[in-house]
């Protein structure tokens, strides 16, 4: 299926970007990773992007995110009916739509040692408006039993899991996750993907999953595949395969 018989309505869309480009560097040492990006993702859906390393995936969804920003094109993120460009957006503006709109989740689960896993949740709780409680948070993520367990006590995997449940547990629209599963062997990544499948079904986050690993593409709704800073192909899933017969 090519790219334009895929593209969701644009009027929906939570997302908008046209022409993204993102060059590092100057001259002959530059690097270009994006050439021309357009991208429209819909509310609740969950996409995967996938590509070997340098595809240009996590340079995207870090413009998607707010956490950097593009050398050229446009990206707008809408929510509730009121549209906000991210290209050209200050600091203050972009703060802002992280603090309050997106959940984050990386390879590397950047927890506070000293803490338990309900206290690294409750760490987000405390600053969010509309937050969940961070029991709540942990128990959609399997983790109830664990809660008061501190990072050392933890499991990759669930260490991993508690990171989902700080990122979710604000409410945000949108659910990126940047390689997830990249530090973890396939029985714990599989647990580690139940848990954003079970976000984006329960809660209707729209979700954005970057990854090198081909399988994990089965669990979305749509894939793009990039190489060389481009989407190059985009496919729809007419029947998503649950996480739990994921293998790799």
Avoid at 4 to 15: G, K, N, W
Avoid at 202 to 230: K, Q, S, Y
Avoid at 234 to 247: F, G, I, M, Q
């Amino acid at each position: 299926m090519n790219a334009e018989s895929s593209r969701p309505a644009v009027d929906t869309a939570v997302f908008i970007a046209r022409g993204l480009t993102k060059v590092y560097g100057e001259g002959a040492t530059a690097v270009h990773a994006l050439r021309g990006v357009d991208l429209d993702i819909l509310p609740g859906e969950f996409v995967v992007l996938l590509g070997a390393s340098g595809s240009g995936k996590s340079t995207l969804l870090n413009i998607l995110g707010g956490l950097d920003t593009a050398t050229s094109g446009s990206a707008r993120w809408t929510h509730a009916g009121e549209v906000n460009e991210l290209i050209g957006a200050n600091d203050a503006q972009l703060t802002r739509y992280r603090r309050d709109h997106v959940g984050f989740v990386f390879q590397f689960y950047n927890l506070i040692p000293s803490l338990t896993a309900r206290e690294n949740v409750a760490l987000v709780t405390d600053l969010a408006a509309d937050p969940m409680a961070p029991e709540d948070a942990l128990a959609l993520v399997g983790l109830a039993p664990r809660m008061h367990h501190f990072v050392s006590q933890l499991s990759g995997g669930e260490q991993q899991r508690v990171a989902i449940a700080r990122a979710i547990a604000k409410r945000p629209a949108v659910l990126l996750c940047d390689e997830p599963t990249g530090a973890l062997d396939c029985a714990t990544g599989v647990l580690v993907l139940q848990a954003i499948e079970q976000v984006n079904r329960e809660l209707g986050t729209t979700t954005v999953v970057i990854t090198h690993n081909a399988p994990i593409a089965d669990i979305a709704d749509r894939v793009l595949r990039l190489a060389d800073g481009r989407i190059v192909d985009t496919r729809v899933n007419a029947h998503k395969l649950p996480a739990a017969d994921l293998r790799w």
